[in-house]
């Protein structure tokens, strides 16, 4: 073995933070290096990598805080990055942080690290609660039984952090430690025989240690063999080495090595707990049970975890939307700040293109930057959940329900978040789904997060509604509400079982930690990490979406025809004012076409006082035609734009579904913002000159003149319910799983879905002669019946143990 890894500068030391969740590794994190952190992905991957910094004398310590792993095998994603990074980084020291009231688990990882052949120093964190529950830890002992050296804690409180900075710097100052050997028992003789044969080859010992490396190959590890392939020229004999002598011993002792193994970890940790560790009083019943025979009672457990989650959505979505009447205001100021003062004026019909495309841009930054305070306010909710210890709880109560569809216990908050059944939002809901273990279930969720009622979806469920379903519109909303729920479960399952089969997932493990008080420094400071995160990467993806959304929106732009009707109208309109404040003392202004403009912009801010009440009429006129035509001319632009045209062009096929060109260009523009459907119907559908009816009255007279029933608004609201995520989701699903093909996936899916199960219910209902009413049930009906099925038809595999618990 080569004398430890390579020491980087003399002034510098790399430092990896290892544990199992729920050990406090967080808390000591913060507690190490402040507020010298930053926070970025692994190459490649979506899971955070979190580094930081402190001083000791003259030397920098870097700070890498891993993924909270139970294992380091190759079944999830953050066990292959945890492990990659230990074995290819090579750090000079990594520091186990150890939950010392569950030391017996703790250990399982601990035994592999020290088995790299890694510079360890055990951090037992948590003492005080081990001395609540009457644990008295012999440290010299255990520091003698795993040969490395052990330092108490507390890490909310900040004790023992000197003395853990201490044993660092020893740690990586003295003599390199020999890899720990754990006894294997009758798997021994494999291991020295395999061990013997990795070690004669050249610089593989000095790059990893050999038995480590020979014991996961009889576990069949797949990491391992890459590994092994990387370093020799041809692994093959040992590979075939390893694969005979596993089977072998699986023959001979009735279970596979990597079982054995685990049992032998396992029970050398029993051992080590017996000699090391004791109880003052037997007796008494541990806080967390007695908590948990209230928060897990078979009958209490559901109506505790309704009201939490009411609460998460309550005090996260309703309260901090009503903290964005602080924030907006800021938003809007910026805005006003690059409009009048960074970007060129505005004209009195056309504005430039840097003018127009730049507030675009802007306006696309604040909707996204306007949850701000929501995600402040999750966030440290969900820190409060885990650090308490009870979101493991509520994964723990819903998993094997949520499990039957391919999802994960940890899959409800976001559902909750996105809406659910009405009112919430999928960008935070999005955002939740970084806490899912499981890659295929976290996959899973945020694909079928978007399905959720979203806030944004229930104005033009209610125009529809209204319009044709009037008789029955708690009926209709309660179908709508219900429906995606179904639709999500179902699509779940299916994506599991398709184009997500061949996803690597983790056997699920299901521990239940000790309740712990969360200290508000912890909590306030992953708030922040995780929103200032979000900031971040929302500056660099949303200027690329939201510049092809403006160029789509904006080509080919007004005919030469309409455009000098405008034009025509708009110098009419001065040429009104200009006449009509001759003699006043506007005349001047009125005659220089810049100082009117901006007379025009400051009466728009409500910053003109004009003492003459013909001119100030005359300039109410001029500003109310001036913002007339500029919205009509949006409107025509939209209607002529890409996306416009491409409603018309669509047409041909959406009349399969009942949809009109009008009904494809409010689909469309929902992309930007769902709400944005209502908004251009209401555009498509203009008032008369003396009209002044609702938007329901007008759509309801032409859709029936255009032949449109109750089903063609059945088919809309299928339709809208299964729609693809809007532009904000999009970018928050590009953010969560850094790739733009699941991302494209995201928007193409549901659109096929949804426009499949409204066309096929739309042609069902009008060749069966079906009300609206009677062809939303039967489809409801059916869409219910599948999901029973599914649930019921799901069995778990026998040879996957699916939940395990530890209290």
């Known amino acids: 073995m080569a004398e430890g890894p390579?020491?980087?500068?003399?002034?510098?030391?790399?430092?990896?933070?290892?544990?199992?969740?729920?050990?406090g590794k967080s808390t000591l994190f913060n507690a190490l290096t402040g507020l010298q952190q930053h926070i970025a992905n692994y190459p490649g991957v979506t899971v955070d990598k979190k580094s930081g910094a402190y001083r000791d004398g003259d030397r920098t310590v870097e700070l890498v805080d891993l993924p909270g792993t139970y294992n380091l095998t190759s079944y999830s994603l953050e066990e292959r990055v945890a492990r990659a990074f230990l074995m290819e980084d090579r750090p000079d020291v990594v520091v186990n942080v150890v939950d010392a009231s569950n030391l017996r688990r703790g250990l399982y990882l601990t035994f592999q690290l020290l088995e790299m052949g890694l510079p360890v120093v055990v951090a037992l964190n948590m003492m005080d609660v081990a001395e609540r529950h009457g644990l008295t830890v012999d440290l010299k002992a255990l520091s003698a039984r795993l040969c490395a050296p052990v330092v108490p804690l507390v890490g909310h409180k900040g004790s023992g952090r000197e003395a853990l900075r201490a044993a660092i710097r020893e740690a990586a100052d003295g003599p390199a430690r020999p890899p720990a050997t754990l006894n294997y028992g009758p798997m021994e003789e494999s291991v020295a025989v395999l061990q013997g044969r990795l070690a004669a080859q050249p610089g593989l010992e000095a790059a990893v240690s050999t038995r480590w490396l020979a014991v996961k190959l009889l576990e069949g590890d797949a990491e391992a063999a890459r590994m092994l392939a990387r370093h020799m020229a041809n692994p093959h004999g040992a590979l075939d080495q390893a694969a005979r002598a596993a089977e072998i011993f699986e023959t001979r002792h009735g279970l596979p090595p990597g079982d054995h193994a685990a049992g032998c970890r396992d029970?050398?940790?029993?051992?080590?707990?017996?000699?090391?560790?004791?109880?003052?009083?037997?007796?008494?019943?541990?806080l967390t049970e007695r908590i948990d025979r209230v928060l897990l009672n078979r009958w209490l457990a559901p109506a505790f975890l309704v009201l939490t989650v009411w609460l998460i959505y309550e005090l996260s979505i309703v309260q901090g939307m009503r903290l964005t009447d602080v924030t907006w205001p800021v938003l809007a100021w910026v805005r006003d700040l690059a409009g009048d003062h960074l970007l060129p004026a505005a004209g009195f019909l056309h504005d430039p293109l840097i003018r127009s495309m730049g507030l675009w841009i802007l306006d696309s930054a604040n909707a996204l930057l306007n949850y701000v305070p929501i995600f402040l306010i999750l966030f440290a909710l969900i820190a409060i959940l885990e650090d308490s210890g009870y979101m493991a709880r509520i994964a723990f109560i819903l998993d094997r329900i949520l499990h039957r569809f391919g999802l994960h216990g940890q899959s409800t908050l976001p559902f909750i978040l996105a809406g659910v059944f009405a009112g919430g939002c999928a960008v935070p809901g999005v955002m939740a789904t970084k806490g899912i273990p499981d890659q295929r279930a976290r996959l899973a969720t945020v694909l079928t997060v978007p399905f959720m009622n979203c806030l944004a979806k229930i104005p033009l469920y209610a125009l529809f509604i209204n319009i044709y379903f009037a008789e029955a519109q708690g009926l209709v909303l309660f179908y709508l509400s219900t429906f995606t729920v179904i639709a999500a479960l179902l699509v779940a399952k299916l994506l599991s079982v398709t184009v997500l089969r061949d996803m690597e997932t983790a056997p699920f493990v299901m521990e239940l930690p000790h309740y712990h008080l969360p200290t508000l420094r912890g909590v306030l400071r992953r708030a922040i990490d995780r929103t200032w995160l979000y900031i971040r990467k929302v500056g660099s993806v949303v200027i690329a979406v939201a510049t092809v959304v403006y160029v789509l929106l904006q080509l080919p732009g007004l005919d030469p025809e309409t455009q000098a009707g405008f034009h025509a109208r708009g110098e009419a309109a001065l040429a009104d004012f200009r006449a009509s404040v001759a003699g006043t003392d506007l005349a001047p202004v009125a005659a220089?076409?810049?100082?009117?403009?901006?007379?025009?912009?400051?009466?728009?801010?409500?910053?003109?006082?004009?003492?003459?009440?013909?001119?100030?009429?005359?300039?109410?006129?001029?500003?109310?035609?001036?913002?007339?035509?500029r919205k009509q001319m949006e409107d025509a632009r939209l209607l002529n734009s890409l996306l416009g045209r491409l409603g018309h062009g669509l047409e041909p096929v959406t009349q399969v579904a009942g949809f009109d060109w009008k009904i494809n260009v409010a689909l469309l523009s929902a992309f930007t913002a769902r709400e944005n459907s209502v908004a251009?119907?209401?555009?498509?559908?203009?008032?008369?000159?003396?009209?002044?009816?609702?938007?329901?009255?007008?759509?309801?007279?032409?859709?029936?003149?255009?032949?449109?029933?109750?089903?063609?608004?059945?088919?809309?609201?299928?339709?809208?319910?299964?729609?693809?995520?809007?532009?904000?989701?999009?970018?928050?699903?590009?953010?969560?799983t850094g790739s733009t093909l699941w991302t494209l996936f995201s928007i193409a899916f549901p659109t096929v879905l949804g426009f499949t199960v409204a066309a096929s219910a739309y042609s069902i209902g009008s060749a069966l002669d079906l009300s609206g009413l009677?062809?939303?049930?039967?489809?409801?009906?059916?869409?219910?019946?599948?999901?029973?099925?599914?649930?019921?038809?799901?069995?778990?595999?026998?040879?996957?143990?699916?939940?395990?618990v530890a209290s």
């Open 6 to 23: 390579a020491r980087r500068r003399a002034d510098r030391l790399r430092v990896a933070l290892a544990g199992q969740p729920n050990c």
């Open 267 to 286: 029970h050398l940790a029993g051992d080590i707990l017996a000699t090391c560790v004791t109880r003052a009083d037997m007796r008494r019943v541990p």
């Open 592 to 629: 220089d076409r810049e100082s009117l403009l901006a007379l025009l912009r400051a009466h728009a801010d409500g910053r003109t006082d004009i003492a003459e009440p013909r001119a100030a009429a005359a300039l109410d006129r001029l500003a109310e035609t001036r913002e007339t035509l």
């Open 680 to 736: 251009t119907l209401g555009v498509l559908y203009p008032e008369g000159e003396s009209e002044n009816r609702p938007l329901e009255e007008r759509m309801a007279e032409a859709q029936a003149a255009a032949g449109m029933t109750a089903l063609t608004g059945m088919a809309v609201l299928l339709f809208f319910a299964l729609y693809p995520p809007c532009m904000a989701t999009v970018i928050a699903i590009r953010i969560e």
């Open 774 to 804: 009677e062809m939303l049930t039967a489809v409801y009906l059916v869409a219910l019946g599948l999901l029973l099925a599914v649930g019921l038809a799901w069995r778990p595999a026998r040879h996957a143990a699916r939940t395990e």
